[in-house]
């Protein structure tokens, strides 16, 4: 239950309701109502990224807006983007974040050792 996973991980109850909605929003998870009810994953723990639930939960993941790849806009102050060095440092931060979360999935955290506690909660 909902109420019983906020308890455990010390996080508002509303606010991880607001979570499994977008989520299941999005398609990763469905809910069902009743007694066995709650929230389950819609496709395989290894079919979803890191970077996906980021993406839903907090929208882009660049660093800078000029960078992004689902919401580009330039920056305010850009005197142009293929000479910012601040781009070019950047660039390599968000190609390196990227390719961590996006290979990495919720199956792979369940297989880490320590992770019981993660493992219970997405069973």
């Known amino acids: ?3 019983d996973i906020a308890a455990q991980q010390k996080i508002p109850k509303k606010f991880l309701e607001q ?3 977008d989520l299941k929003h999005r398609g990763i998870v469905i809910s069902r ?3 066995q009810g ?3 994953l819609r496709k ?3 079919e979803i990224t890191f970077g996906e639930i980021l993406r839903i939960i907090d929208g882009p993941i660049a660093p800078l807006p000029c960078l992004s790849i689902t919401a580009y806009r330039r920056c305010d102050d850009c005197d142009g983007e293929q000479t ?3 781009r070019h440092v950047f660039a390599r931060v968000a190609d ?3 390719k961590v979360l996006f290979s990495t999935t919720i199956a792979d955290a369940v297989a880490l050792p320590n992770n019981t506690e993660v493992a219970r909660l997405l069973a």
């Open 84 to 86: 910012c060095e601040i």
């Open 1 to 3: 239950m909902i109420s």
């Open 19 to 21: 979570i499994l909605l």
């Open 33 to 35: 109502r009743g007694k």
């Open 44 to 46: 395989p723990a290894n």
């Open 38 to 40: 709650g929230y389950l």
């Open 96 to 98: 390196a974040t990227r």
